[in-house]
């Protein structure tokens, strides 16, 4: 095949995913797009991939990719002439455990919420469903009657001919083997055949499809690709007589799944300790390849299956299949532009779901390239998440022997992984430890979530009702309000951003106005074009040409990376110093006796009100407080640089035995942040969550010029709001919340909650959502009737534009 010397668009993987991306470019009318394949289309993961189709995943856009895929795969035919084999068969998912049978009636409100249609079945209807099952046990289950499967294999066939009749160019046996870089962008992809051709290809955009190959892709191209192939087992039976037409069914309690095909019955699993492969490298001729049989690891879960599913015990094996599949550090697939790289694109490590996902992932990445923004929230799965250290192979090694696994374990709230642990620690780890904290981890970082007591085993208990720390956190967050209490926030991005441009680029970047004196704290968001929340930030003048832009920690790269895209010629330095300084904050009523207890400086609101940073004298050192709060208390967050981190807490905690100071955790600013109704980035605010609509237009000033998404602002405000987020307050105390549960106005699901948490001030639980009001003004929008559907169960709400905790914020003006 002669292949063009250039191309709008460089697509390096042939499995589904780059055929899909191929496809949906080409609909979009990019006619100059080259696919290169090392091998032969679906070879690597693809050709063996179990063609499980569903639709219900952990968030709304998520759902909404895979709602797209299965529509797609069911025109594909007729378009294509290609048979996908795909069925709406439909899928049963069985509890044998009470946890998770509320599991799987949350998900059931969840998915009522997003529009997914699904049934709450008892055990008999289970069996009715699905008769050679043995229902020892069951509890019963949830039932997705749109769900379905299909040929892995020929549906990525099927895309890449819709793809080569809009015309894509196809090549197989062609490997990608170098680029050449100019600054920030891919110039040339070049490229070696089979048969001893070789070139190189002008493009524009280049795209990392690679699948378990995307790792060392992406180092190639000069990007952070964290993922790491693991082996993936399942077998075939024998045909089975009188076996027809079944659902698809789940039995995660026993990780295994099973799915009639052509009169066979096939058993997949997804072990708790999953093994991965290739660490130092795929085969170089890996083409159709499966892996060593390990009939001893499959065994545990083979047992079980036989119990649960007794044909099996009778029909013989016919294939014992052991093949790669890709996993990343947390489950979720990486999609989008590259940080540190202008033109370089990724879709990969799709965590065995990638049939299910390519559909929609193909589109979503295909609009996001054409348009030069995301066409919706991508959060969950942006590339710009991923940390650099992540693509350590001894990091990756243990990670995703646990990841495989969690696909199937309980998705309990509040779940923190085990494996691939303690890499970053604030300069306070220790001495946190030492007094009982108990770790979770988020891009890397150990933070202190609570506090066990004396005697109390320092671990999690994990359930969907109360855990084993409800009652410590209750406890942290009193003192919150009542007294005094320090927590760690070490992790949260910090990044200095300064030079003679600084104020003018802030400017431009930021919704507040940054031409503030120094030692001002403005709390700001990063706005995009259609006026949706891109970043929370607060911003820090530190100098006339330096500022401190602090972020979220999950969030600290892609803020960055946000920050770096726009900057434009401009005369800035953009300098990650995260891990330059630990940070404590002090919050409580009794904050102010504490700080003058440790410094001689003057704390008084007129030389310190809030919204400003000084720098103090400390113990025997230095540091810079900031008078913030976001749990909604008179409180400062102190900034010490590392090297007297140590003195700085002890000598806070040393003074802090005479105010009988609490140390606290994260989990409790959030639970202090949600009785404010501070919203919370990647759940209440996303980049498709217009600033006015999240009730923060305050924070933006339209009377400066020529800042991004200033437009969309002034024509929100001219149009009027479509939709406002609402703080709820259950008016049972026991239920608990987390997000994602249905909001009811009037009895009518309007919407879902976008985070919760337990209000233990207010007494009750606590979530955010948004709520449709075209046309309504306030009263009218408060007026209704507003419950929550929690498991099933619709429990009454107290509905609030204003936060039911102190909503003039004189706590934390005092």
Avoid at 714 to 720: D, F, H, M, Y
Wanted: aromatic share 8%; with cysteine.
């Amino acid at each position: 095949m002669s292949l063009p010397a250039q191309a709008r668009a460089v697509i390096i993987g042939g499995g589904v995913i780059g055929c899909s991306l191929a496809y949906h470019l080409a609909k979009l009318g990019w006619t100059d797009v080259v696919l290169l394949e090392r091998k032969q289309l679906t070879s690597g993961t693809t050709w063996h991939a179990a063609g499980l189709i569903a639709q219900l995943r952990a968030t709304a856009n998520m759902t909404r990719l895979a709602k797209y895929s299965q529509e797609l795969y069911g025109r594909l035919e007729e378009e294509t002439g290609i048979a996908t084999g795909f069925r709406r068969v439909g899928s049963i998912t069985a509890a044998l455990t009470a946890e998770r049978h509320e599991e799987l009636r949350r998900s059931a409100a969840m998915a009522r919420a997003f529009g997914v249609e699904i049934d709450e079945i008892d055990t008999g209807e289970i069996a009715r469903k699905y008769p050679h099952l043995n229902t020892d046990g069951v509890l019963g289950g949830v039932y997705l009657p749109r769900d379905g499967q299909g040929d892995p294999a020929n549906i990525a066939l099927a895309l890449a001919k819709g793809a080569r009749q809009r015309g894509a160019v196809i090549a197989e046996r062609t490997k990608a083997i170098g680029v050449t870089a100019d600054g920030d962008r891919i110039t040339q992809v070049h490229w070696q055949a089979e048969d001893g051709a070789s070139g190189s290809i002008a493009a524009e955009h280049v795209v990392n499809c690679a699948g378990m190959w995307g790792r060392e892709v992406g180092a190639m191209l000069g990007t952070d690709v964290p993922l790491q192939a693991c082996e993936h087992f399942y077998i075939v039976s024998e045909p089975i007589q009188g076996l027809t037409q079944l659902p698809v069914l789940r039995v995660p309690d026993e990780c295994a799944y099973y799915k009639e095909d052509a009169g066979k019955l096939m058993l997949g699993a997804f072990e708790p300790g999953a093994k991965p492969w290739a660490l130092q490298g795929i085969p170089q001729n890996f083409e159709f390849d499966q892996l060593p049989e390990d009939f001893d690891h499959f065994e545990p879960i083979l047992e079980k299956a036989v119990h649960r599913m007794p044909i099996l015990a009778s029909a013989g094996i016919h294939t014992f299949f052991n093949g790669p599949e890709s996993f990343t550090p947390d489950n979720a697939y990486y999609m989008g532009l590259c940080p540190g790289r202008a033109n370089v694109w990724v879709a990969a490590g799709f965590n065995s779901i990638g049939i299910q996902s390519a559909g929609g992932a193909g589109m979503a990445l295909a609009q996001w390239m054409n348009d030069g923004e995301k066409p919706f929230d991508l959060g969950d799965v942006d590339i710009a998440r991923a940390q650099g250290f992540q693509t350590n192979r001894s990091y990756l090694a243990a990670r995703v022997s646990e990841t495989l696994g969690l696909l199937y374990a309980d998705h309990y709230p509040y779940r923190q992984k085990e494996t691939a642990r303690g890499i970053r620690r604030s300069p306070f780890h220790d001495r946190l430890a030492e007094r009982g904290a108990v770790f979770g981890e988020l891009a890397g970082w150990e933070r202190a979530n609570w506090y066990a007591r004396p005697g109390e085993d320092p671990e999690y208990r994990y359930s969907w009702r109360r855990q084993n720390w409800f009652e410590n956190a209750a406890e942290e967050h009193r003192a919150i309000r009542e007294n005094v209490a320090m927590y760690d926030m070490s992790s949260f991005g910090k990044l200095r951003v300064e030079g003679r441009d600084a104020e003018a680029f802030l400017n431009h970047v930021c919704g507040a106005d940054l031409s503030t004196p120094v030692g001002k704290i403005t709390y700001t968001q990063f706005l995009n074009a259609r006026g949706g929340i891109e970043a929370d930030v607060t911003v820090t003048r530190l100098s006339e040409t330096a500022y401190l832009v602090v972020t979220p920690a999950a969030t600290r790269r892609a803020d960055e990376t946000w920050l770096r895209r726009h900057a434009g010629d401009r005369n800035v330095v953009i300098t990650d110093v995260t891990a330059s300084e630990g940070v404590l904050a002090v919050m409580g009523p009794q904050a102010r006796d504490l700080m003058r207890a440790v410094s001689p400086d003057d704390f008084s609101n007129a030389a310190n009100p809030f919204g400003t940073a000084q720098r103090i004298e400390i113990g025997m050192g230095e540091a810079r407080v900031h008078r913030v709060s976001y749990v909604g208390e008179l409180g400062w967050e102190v900034y010490v640089g590392a090297d007297m981190a140590s003195h700085v807490f002890d000598t806070l905690w040393q003074a802090g035995q005479d105010y009988g100071l609490t140390l606290a955790g994260l989990h409790v600013m959030d639970t202090c942040r949600a009785e404010k109704a501070f919203r919370h980035f990647g759940h209440d605010i996303t980049c498709e969550d217009h600033v006015l609509e999240a009730g923060l237009g305050f924070a933006v000033k339209t009377a400066k010029p020529d800042f991004i998404g200033r437009d969309a602002v002034l024509a929100k405000r001219e149009a009027g709001l479509d939709k406002r987020l609402l703080q709820f307050l259950l008016t049972d105390a026991e239920p608990l919340l987390y997000h994602n549960e249905p909001v009811l106005r009037d009895g009518q699901i309007v919407g879902h909650l976008s985070s919760g948490a337990y209000g233990h001030t207010l007494g009750g639980a606590v979530g955010l959502g948004y709520v449709p009001c075209k046309g309504e003004t306030a009263d009218q929008l408060l007026s209704s009737s507003y419950e929550i559907d929690v498991a099933g169960t619709r429990v009454q709400a107290r509905a609030s534009l204003k936060p039911l905790y102190d909503p003039k914020s004189e706590r934390v003006k005092v």
